[in-house]
């Protein structure tokens, strides 16, 4: 990898490493619709002047159908999900759920038709992975019963993000990633306008929260989907797709240093678990695959 892509990789692995601690920063005061709309508008309006300026809206726009449906299980479902469990977990854990995304991506591939999806490898990686993640909801279930909801939505989350990128990927091929997730975007905050309407802040929000909307929005949505195709272009697919390793780590650093979450037995235990998982689970094995 060059020099550019490792700055470039780096940056991304930042960027959507901090979105965690913004959300938890922001559910304090505001609610969850007004939370996710303010991101997607934000991120809407960095992203289609860009689709413009690359000239690929156009030709975007004809797979609206799929772009909505994308938007709808990209954006609609799994921000609102990841965004209400903050108010019951650490940005740690849900971070580290979130990273599952490959486990469920590579079980979706197998699901369509991937034959190296059930690959050896990539099944050895879902088994670790799958443990990681009984391990993280039991402990987490264990020191606080009523987080299991908030625990099964971050993992329909993941599922979500998975299938979303999944579908894309086969009914839209060749269409830029700028193009689709700003319109996706708009589509997205079209759909939770009337919500943050109805649940809108009835004092401005400190400073604080402020700021975090702003990250939120500016950074881990316009800026951080602008360089990730950047990177997308400079190292290739596979590559690019671990960034989700830096990100968790970045999550569970800030939320330990700056929101002073507690370093738990399911953080010690499901973070090695769940991220080496991942990595085998992604991988595109060179060797035949088993038969499935």
């Known amino acids: 990898m060059s020099r550019k892509g490792w700055i470039l990789f780096t940056l991304v692995g930042l960027l959507w490493g901090v979105p965690y601690l913004f959300m938890k920063v922001a559910v304090e005061e505001l609610?969850?619709?007004?939370?996710?709309?303010?991101?997607?508008?934000?991120?809407?309006?960095?992203?289609?002047?860009?689709?413009?300026?690359?000239?690929?809206?156009?030709?975007?726009?004809?797979?609206?159908?799929?772009?909505?449906?994308?938007?709808?299980?990209?954006?609609?479902?799994?921000?609102?999900?990841?965004?209400?469990?903050?108010?019951?977990?650490?940005?740690?854990?849900?971070?580290?759920?979130?990273?599952?995304?490959?486990?469920?991506?590579?079980?979706?591939?197998?699901?369509?038709?991937?034959?190296?999806?059930?690959?050896?490898?990539?099944?050895?990686?879902?088994?670790?992975?799958l443990i990681g993640i009984t391990l993280i909801v039991g402990i987490e279930s264990i020191s606080d019963f009523g987080n299991i909801r908030a625990l099964l939505q971050i993992l329909v989350a993941a599922a979500s993000y998975a299938w979303a990128v999944n579908m894309i990927t086969r009914k839209a091929p060749g269409i830029s990633g700028i193009a689709i997730n700003g319109i996706a975007m708009m589509i997205s905050s079209v759909i939770f306008a009337p919500f943050a309407i109805a649940n809108r802040p009835e004092t401005l929000p400190s400073l604080e929260v402020t700021l975090s909307m702003l990250g939120l929005g500016v950074l881990c949505s316009g800026i951080a989907f602008w360089v990730f195709f950047v990177v997308l272009d400079e190292i290739g697919p596979a590559r690019a797709s671990l960034v989700v390793y830096p990100n968790t780590a970045v999550a569970v650093v800030l939320g330990i240093v700056i929101l002073r979450e507690p370093i738990t037995l399911a953080i010690l235990i499901g973070l090695p678990l769940v991220l080496v998982g991942s990595y085998f689970a992604s991988r595109k094995p060179n060797s035949q695959p088993i038969a499935a």
Do not use: C
């Open 31 to 129: 609610s969850t619709p007004m939370i996710v709309f303010t991101r997607l508008m934000i991120g809407a309006a960095l992203l289609v002047p860009l689709a413009l300026r690359e000239g690929s809206l156009k030709s975007a726009l004809k797979y609206w159908r799929y772009i909505l449906l994308y938007a709808v299980l990209e954006m609609v479902i799994p921000w609102s999900l990841i965004t209400s469990s903050q108010r019951n977990l650490s940005s740690g854990v849900v971070a580290l759920l979130v990273a599952t995304v490959p486990i469920w991506a590579t079980l979706f591939a197998h699901q369509t038709g991937d034959s190296t999806a059930a690959h050896r490898v990539r099944i050895f990686g879902i088994i670790i992975g």
